[in-house]
C-alpha cells in the first residue's frame, strides 16, 4: 500500500487546513489509522488516531482543534485542522499500525508527507 498526504501548506495562526491521506487500496479495518506530525528538530509524534473499535484519539495539543475522519471506503483519511498555531508547523504522515502495536510502529512505508506552516 502506497499512501500519499496532501493538502499541506502555509497558513497563518487561527487558519485552517484539511489534510487528506489517500491509499492505494482500502486499509485494514481492525487497523488503527494516524496521522503523524515531524516538527523542526523533534521526533515525529502522533497527534490523531482513528479506529473502528476505539473509535478516536488526539494528543493533548490538538484536542479540540483537530479531528481525524475517513471515508466509507477506507481509502482516504482526513485530518482537519482548525485554529492553527505555529507550534503545529511540520511535515504531516499517515500511517497505520495493527491491533495492539506499538504507537511509533507503522505498517506501510512512510511517504512523503505533506508541510504544513503556520506563521505567528
Known amino acids: 500500500v502506497q499512501l500519499q498526504a496532501s493538502g499541506g501548506g502555509l497558513v497563518k495562526a487561527g487558519g485552517s487546513l484539511r489534510l487528506s491521506c489517500a491509499a492505494s487500496?482500502?486499509?485494514?479495518?481492525?487497523?488503527?489509522t494516524g496521522w503523524y506530525r515531524q516538527s523542526p528538530g523533534k521526533q515525529r509524534e502522533l497527534v490523531a488516531s482513528l479506529s473502528s473499535s476505539l473509535g478516536t484519539n488526539y494528543a493533548d495539543s490538538v484536542k479540540g482543534r483537530f479531528a481525524i475522519s475517513r471515508n466509507k471506503a477506507k481509502t482516504t483519511v482526513y485530518l482537519q485542522m482548525n485554529s492553527l498555531q505555529p507550534e503545529d508547523t511540520g511535515i504531516y504522515y499517515c500511517n497505520a499500525r495493527g491491533p495492539g502495536w506499538p504507537v511509533t510502529s507503522a505498517r506501510y512505508p512512510w511517504g512523503q508527507g505533506t508541510q504544513v506552516t503556520v506563521s505567528s
Open positions: 487500496r482500502s486499509l485494514f479495518s481492525s487497523d488503527i
